[in-house]
Antibody, heavy 118, light 107 residues
Framework: QVQLQESGPGLVKPSETLSLTCTVS????????FNWIRQPPGKGLEWIGN???????KYNPSLKSRVTISIDTSKNQFSLKLNSVTASDTAMYYC????????????WGQGTQVTVSS | DIQMTQSPSSLSASVGDRVSITCRAS??????LAWYQQKPGKAPGLLVY???RLETGVPSRFSGSGSGTDYTLTITSLQPEDFATYYC?????????FGQGTKVDMK
């Protein structure tokens, strides 16, 4: 069965870079689009961006200057880097799969909490 | 960005009730609309995509409808496991955007 699992540091200092990895199992990462979404505590969902194995990607314009999403097909993983973080980047971060670049997200990871604090 | 406005923000209902949640887009989204259910401490789960297509394994008491800018999620007979927060998502244009959520709790 398809599974996604986020991993990475739970605490990041202000102005530093948040780095997360999503490991995909049960399906090849070359056959779908893979997304990052975040949810601040008690708030709604914000789409960060997505990537396809060919290197095609889309980012949310509100985060575009700070975001990099990359993919490692040999490890069936994709990653998120968000630089110059502030307290407003504190959130639960989810990875999720979509059939196309702009489509519903049918499989999600369980999420990983990232707190930005000194 | 396309703004998605859900109503109501919360509602109280009883088991067996018919519940409807509305999502209005700031511009037409050509049925590129999905609905998710989220329970506390869990990731969202896909219920409906392309306005009215039920995701595999989702009970038939859930249904979606709508067109243009206005979309609705209906639960025909609320079950105990349906108390949760529901989000709509438009994927018509980048960035994909979500509604603010509708919390369904027990009356």
């Amino acid at each position: 069965q398809v599974q996604l699992q986020e991993s990475g540091p739970g605490l990041v200092k202000p102005s530093e870079t948040l780095s997360l990895t999503c490991t995909v199992s049960g399906v090849s990462i070359t056959t779908f689009y893979f997304n990052w979404i975040r949810q601040p505590p008690g708030k709604g969902l914000e789409w960060i961006g997505n990537i396809y194995h060919s290197g095609i990607f889309k980012y949310n314009p509100s985060l575009k200057s700070r975001v990099t999403i990359s993919i490692d097909t040999s490890k069936n993983q994709f990653s998120l880097k968000l630089n110059s973080v502030t307290a407003s980047d504190t959130a639960m971060y989810y990875c999720a799969r979509g059939d196309y670049s702009d489509y519903a997200l049918d499989f999600w990871g369980q999420g990983t909490q990232v707190t930005v604090s000194s | 960005d396309i703004q998605m406005t859900q109503s109501p923000s919360s509602l109280s209902a009883s088991v067996g009730d018919r519940v409807s949640i509305t999502c209005r887009a700031s511009q037409g989204i050509s049925n590129s609309l999905a609905w998710y259910q989220q329970k506390p401490g869990k990731a969202p789960g896909l219920l409906v995509y392309a306005t009215s297509r039920l995701e595999t394994g989702v009970p038939s008491r859930f249904s979606g409808s709508g067109s243009g800018t206005d979309y609705t999620l209906t639960i025909t007979s609320l079950q105990p496991e349906d108390f949760a927060t529901y989000y709509c998502q438009q994927y018509y244009s980048t960035p994909q955007t979500f509604g603010q959520g509708t919390k369904v709790d027990m009356k």
